[in-house]
């Protein structure tokens, strides 16, 4: 299916950008005292933990994500870095993280309104489990907002 292809593929490149992300805000958090490293460490976990889940969907019906998301992987990190370096407070960094958290569910919610006839319900769950997590995302920093 169409649908299934699309998805995984776009939750795949994602979920790496959202590990660059939260990778490079760890590093960044190493030399700091702030109160919300344990919050984006558990966030880095979640998503590795979905990143594995995703590949063997992705390798189940022979698919690896495209490179052409390197890009972005770059602009991810590179934007960590500036918003670390202008602010690196506790506050700061939970609203850069919920504004991501955000981006990636309102754009998961298109992809899963645009293909839900052309997805299987195995993809659709899964897809249905990364809004989730991105929203449990936000619920784990909002309070040092």
Known sequence: MNGDKELLIYMAENI?????????????????????????????????AFSKKCKKYLKDVKLSPSKDNLFS?????????????????DSKLADTLIQGYNMGIIDITKKMNKYK?????????????????????????????
Do not use: P
Not at 118 to 143: D, F, H, R
């Open 16 to 48: 790496d950008m959202g590990i660059e992300a939260l990778e490079s805000m760890i590093k960044q958090l190493e030399k700091t005292d702030n109160k919300i490293k344990s919050n984006v460490s558990k966030s880095l976990e979640m998503y590795k």
């Open 117 to 145: 006839d052309e997805t299987s319900k195995e993809v659709m769950k899964l897809a249905m489990e990364y809004k989730q997590m991105m929203q449990e995302g936000i619920e784990n920093v909002k309070g040092f907002l």
């Open 73 to 89: 992987v770059i602009m991810a990190k590179m934007g960590t870095k500036m918003e670390f370096m202008r602010d690196n407070s």
